[in-house]
């Protein structure tokens, strides 16, 4: 049951140069469903990657207007989750 519970707040990594960069220092980022808390976001990790988190950072990222056509549109609100785990540990997407 935890392991649904855990697929289900993680939704996807971040893949950028930025975040890239930041997986380094062992640090690394996930969107996140809506209503996931630091708690829950670090115990789906620990989960999932079988790692040790020591430290989760959430942000809330509102989404841009756009211009698509002619006709002013929103891109969607979502939620960042920035899991620094113990040093040593890596977190492997693939």
Not at 29 to 34: R, T
Not at 66 to 78: A, E, L, V
Request: proline letters at 2%; aromatic letters at 6%.
């Amino acid at each position: 049951m935890t392991s649904i519970i855990s697929y289900d707040l993680i939704l996807r990594p971040v893949v950028t140069e930025k975040s890239t960069t930041h997986s380094e220092s062992s640090k690394y980022s996930f969107i996140v469903a809506p209503e996931a808390d630091k708690h829950a976001v670090g115990k789906a990790i620990a989960d999932i990657f079988n790692v040790e988190v020591e430290k989760v950072n959430i942000l809330n990222r509102k989404g841009k207007v756009k211009m698509f056509r002619h006709r002013s549109g929103r891109r969607s609100d979502h939620k960042v989750a920035i899991v620094t785990v113990k040093k040593g540990q890596k977190i492997d997407y693939g």
